[in-house]
């Protein structure tokens, strides 16, 4: 298990850029460069926010047709106990590739940044981005929907793939306008020194990933400690 980051690194963490963090974990040699990161399908609604941190929260999908059986919302809601703040909603469409109804919009990124949450993730699309910037709340899409459609929750607190990541919950995310990444490191410490210098330090990055983009996978592990 990772040892929680404290506020200090998470915010430590949001001074890098995605790609910046990138460039330590690959230092590290603990997996292939090409791997840990989201792919160019997942875009940054919101650049002006700055750069996303957080621990991946997550649930799988379906608004194309009407639900036969759903998960009730409430236990999404139930895994926010389950894991470490910040929360990052990690959210797969499973009508992908041809998304038809969107999670998030101005009521869910109310609901959820209430909650406690800084943003979202999803394959699909969202909405009401006018509405919803004001709030400060992250959107990290695949594109933007006009509806919510026949929108049901089929799977909470499970392992999701957006962006051809695999998500696991708890996961530290890292994203920025140039995409994301997550996955852990051991020596905060010698990561901190990594992201400042590009280079590394001995430690170990095991589960460190990215959100979205260009070179998303590395900066948000890098304050984290894998036993």
């Known amino acids: 298990m ?14 890098f850029s995605t790609p910046t963090v990138c460039n ?16 160019g399908t997942i875009g940054c609604r919101f650049p002006e926010l700055g750069p996303m941190v957080g621990y991946a929260v997550t649930a799988k999908m379906r608004a194309a047709s009407k639900p ?14 389950k894991t470490q703040r910040p929360w990052v909603v990690v959210v797969e469409d499973l009508d992908r590739p041809k998304p038809v109804g969107s ?6 990124a109310s609901v959820y940044k209430r909650l406690g949450a800084v943003g979202c993730v999803t394959n699909g699309g969202v909405r009401d981005l006018g509405d919803v910037r004001p709030h400060g ?5 695949s594109c933007l ?33 140039a995409r994301r990444d997550v996955r852990a490191a051991r020596d905060r410490a010698r990561l901190a020194r990594g992201v400042r210098q590009d280079r590394g330090g001995g430690a170990c990055a095991d589960r ?18 894998v036993d």
């Open 137 to 141: 709340f992250h959107f990290f899409s």
């Open 2 to 15: 990772s040892e929680p980051l404290n506020a200090e690194e998470i915010a430590a963490l949001r001074a």
């Open 68 to 81: 036969q059986t759903q998960v009730p919302f409430g236990e999404v809601w139930d895994e926010f106990e």
């Open 24 to 39: 330590a974990v690959e230092t590290f040699n603990v997996r292939p460069w090409s791997e840990g990161f989201m792919d």
């Open 145 to 177: 929907l006009v509806s919510h459609a026949y929108l049901h929750v089929v799977e909470a607190g499970t392992p999701v793939s957006v962006g051809g990541l695999t998500v696991r919950p708890g996961d530290l995310l890292h994203g920025d306008e």
């Open 208 to 225: 460190l990933c990215g959100v979205s983009g260009v070179d998303g996978g590395g900066a948000a592990g890098m304050y984290g400690r």
């Open 103 to 108: 999670f998030w919009g101005e009521v869910n």
